[in-house]
C-alpha cells in the first residue's frame, strides 16, 4: 500500500503550505497567506511556463471579463481603470502588477505540473508528485496544507462535440481556446457555432474586420447589454480615497447582482420580461426577438451572457452579424448544413462550444494509501471535501464574480491555519456527521459544461455546512466571521 513515504526521499523540500496554479485565485491566495499567516512557508506551482491562468490562457479576439472589475477584481486590491468590464490584458496586466507588488512572482516555480497528491497520517502531510519541464522530470514537495487554486476546467482542450463532415470542410476550424496569432478573418466569411460567454464576445469583436459574422446556435441565450464603464464608480473615484471608492463600488455591484439574482429564482417571468425589453430596446421592434433570444429555461438557470455598452446588439443593427437558430447537420466542403436545409458558407468556422470540466487540474488524490474519488466525497462549506484532509480548493460562484467566493476561500484557509497552530494541531478533516443526509449534485446549473461533467464532481449536502450557499452574503458570515470549529471538523495532532 502506497503512503506518503514511500515516495518521499530524505532531501525533499518541505513547506508549511503548496498553491497550486498561478491565476487569479493562486495569486491571491498567496497575497493572503503572506498577509494573515507571516511566517509560513509555500510556494506557488504552476503547469504553464506563465502566470495569469485564463487571463494569460484565452488569446481570442476582444477577450474580456463577463462580471465587473469591481467585484472580479481583489477585495485588497482596487481596480482603478474606468473600464468595468475589462479586457483580457488589462486583467492580466492586473493580476501581474499584484504578484509584482507583493513579490509573490518569486514564488511561482513554472512548468511544474502536479499529477498526484498523497496523505499520510501518521506524518501529518501530503507528499507531491510533479512533473517539471518539457521532459516531465518526476520530483517530490512535501506540505502540511494543500491549496489547489487550479480552476475548474482543462487546460489543454476545451469541448467540441463530434460534428459529422468537419473533415470536409475546406477552410480552418478553431476552438477559442487554441487561438493563435495566425489566424486571419480580415474579409472573411465567419460561422461562430454557439451563444455562450465567448461567442457573444467573439462575434462583435471579429464583425470589425470580417466580411460577415454569423452566430450559430442550437437555442438562445439571455443577454444582458450593460455600460462599459459604471459611471457611478468613476464618480465616487474623483471625489473619494481609492480604497474607499472602490469598497463602496464592490458593495453596491454585489447587492445589485444578489438583488436581479434572487428575482429571477423568485419571479422568473418578471426577470424575462425584463431581459427581453432590453434586448427588444436593443434591436428594435421588428427582430425576432422570440426564436433568437429567448431561451427555453429561466434567467439563471444557466449563467447570463454580458454584453459591454450593446456591441453584439449594435453589430446586428449594421448587418455585420446574423444570428441562426438552427442545428448542424453535417459540415461540408464550403460550410455547414442545417437542419431546416440551408447551408451557410464559411471560410473560418470557430467552435465556441464550451469547456471541458476537471478537477483540481486531473491530478491524482489518495488519502492513506486509498485513491479518493471526487464523486464519492461531500463538499465542506464549498471548499473542501469530505474525509480529505488539510486540502482546500477554490472556486467561485456560478451566480457571480468568481473572486467573490476566491477572496472568502482564502480567508477561511488563513483563519483554519492559525487556529491549528495556535492550538498545536497538524490536521483538519471534515467528516459527514450523518452519512444518510441527502445529497444533491455538486451546483444547480442547468448548462451543458456543467450536465457533462457533474456525475465526476463531489456532492453537496442538504444542510450547512454541506450545502453550498451561492451567496455572497451568507458566506461571508460563515467563511470570514463564522467559528472555524463545529461538529463537521475533526481536528488533531
Keep these: 500500500m502506497d503512503t506518503a513515504a514511500d515516495f518521499a526521499r530524505a532531501d525533499t523540500e518541505h513547506l508549511d503550505v503548496l498553491i497550486v496554479g498561478a491565476g487569479l485565485s493562486g495569486i491571491g491566495a498567496a497575497w493572503h497567506l503572506q498577509d494573515k499567516c507571516p511566517g509560513r512557508t509555500y510556494a506557488i506551482v504552476e503547469a504553464r511556463e506563465t502566470s495569469g491562468g485564463t487571463w494569460d490562457l484565452f488569446r481570442y479576439p476582444g477577450i474580456r471579463s463577463d462580471s465587473d472589475m469591481y467585484t472580479l477584481g481583489y477585495s485588497f486590491r482596487p481596480w482603478k481603470d474606468a473600464k468595468a468590464i475589462a479586457d483580457g490584458p488589462a486583467i492580466l496586466s492586473y493580476i501581474r502588477d499584484v504578484a509584482s507588488d507583493h513579490g509573490i512572482d518569486g514564488r511561482i516555480r513554472y512548468g511544474h505540473r502536479v499529477v498526484a497528491a498523497r496523505w499520510s497520517t501518521p506524518e501529518a502531510r501530503w507528499t507531491v508528485e510533479i512533473e517539471q519541464g518539457p521532459d516531465k522530470r518526476r520530483t517530490t514537495i512535501t506540505c502540511g496544507f494543500l491549496l489547489m487554486c487550479s480552476g475548474y476546467y482543462d487546460y489543454a482542450a476545451g469541448y467540441l462535440p463530434q460534428f459529422p463532415g468537419v473533415e470536409r470542410f475546406a477552410g480552418r476550424i478553431v476552438h477559442p481556446q487554441k487561438w493563435t496569432d495566425d489566424i486571419d478573418y480580415k474579409g472573411k466569411r465567419v460561422v461562430v457555432v454557439g451563444s455562450g460567454a465567448t461567442a457573444v464576445t467573439l462575434v462583435p469583436e471579429m464583425a470589425k474586420d470580417a466580411a460577415h459574422v454569423t452566430m450559430l446556435q442550437r437555442s438562445p441565450t439571455y443577454v444582458v447589454a450593460r455600460p462599459a464603464e459604471d459611471a457611478i464608480a468613476n464618480w465616487l473615484r474623483r471625489y473619494l480615497p481609492i480604497g474607499l471608492a472602490y469598497g463602496m463600488t464592490r458593495w453596491k455591484n454585489v447587492l445589485l447582482g444578489m438583488w436581479f439574482y ?80 440551408k447551408e451557410l458558407e464559411a471560410d473560418l468556422i470557430v467552435t465556441a462550444t464550451g469547456l471541458a470540466l476537471q478537477l483540481m487540474g486531473g491530478m491524482t488524490v489518495m488519502v492513506n494509501g486509498k485513491t479518493v474519488e471526487p464523486a464519492d466525497t461531500v463538499s465542506y462549506k464549498g471548499m473542501m471535501y469530505s474525509d480529505v484532509p488539510n486540502l482546500a480548493a477554490v472556486s467561485g460562484y456560478t451566480n457571480a464574480s468568481w473572486t467573490l467566493k476566491a477572496d472568502l476561500v482564502c480567508e477561511y ?45 463531489p456532492k453537496q449536502g442538504a444542510r450547512k455546512p454541506w450545502r453550498l450557499n451561492q451567496n455572497y452574503a451568507l458566506d461571508l458570515m460563515s467563511l470570514r466571521y463564522g467559528s472555524v470549529e463545529d461538529r463537521a471538523m475533526v481536528f488533531s495532532k
Excluded at 444 to 455: E, L, P
Aim: proline share 6%; glycine share 4%.
Design 262 to 341: 434572487q428575482l429571477c429564482k423568485r419571479k422568473p417571468e418578471r426577470a424575462k420580461a425584463l431581459i427581453l425589453k432590453g434586448v427588444r430596446y436593443c434591436l428594435g421592434p421588428d427582430y425576432d426577438i422570440d426564436r433568437h433570444f429567448t431561451p427555453r429555461y429561466n434567467p439563471w438557470d444557466q449563467r447570463l451572457c454580458l454584453v459591454p455598452d450593446a456591441d453584439l446588439f449594435r453589430a446586428i443593427r449594421r448587418k455585420q452579424v446574423s444570428v441562426v437558430t438552427d442545428e448542424i447537420v453535417t459540415f461540408t466542403e464550403t460550410g455547414i448544413r442545417l437542419r431546416s436545409g
Design 413 to 457: 484557509v488563513c483563519r483554519l491555519l492559525n487556529h491549528m497552530h495556535k492550538a498545536g494541531l497538524r490536521q483538519c478533516t471534515p467528516r459527514l456527521d450523518d452519512p444518510a443526509m441527502e445529497r444533491l449534485p455538486w451546483v444547480d446549473f442547468s448548462s451543458g459544461y456543467i450536465k457533462r461533467a457533474i456525475d465526476k464532481f
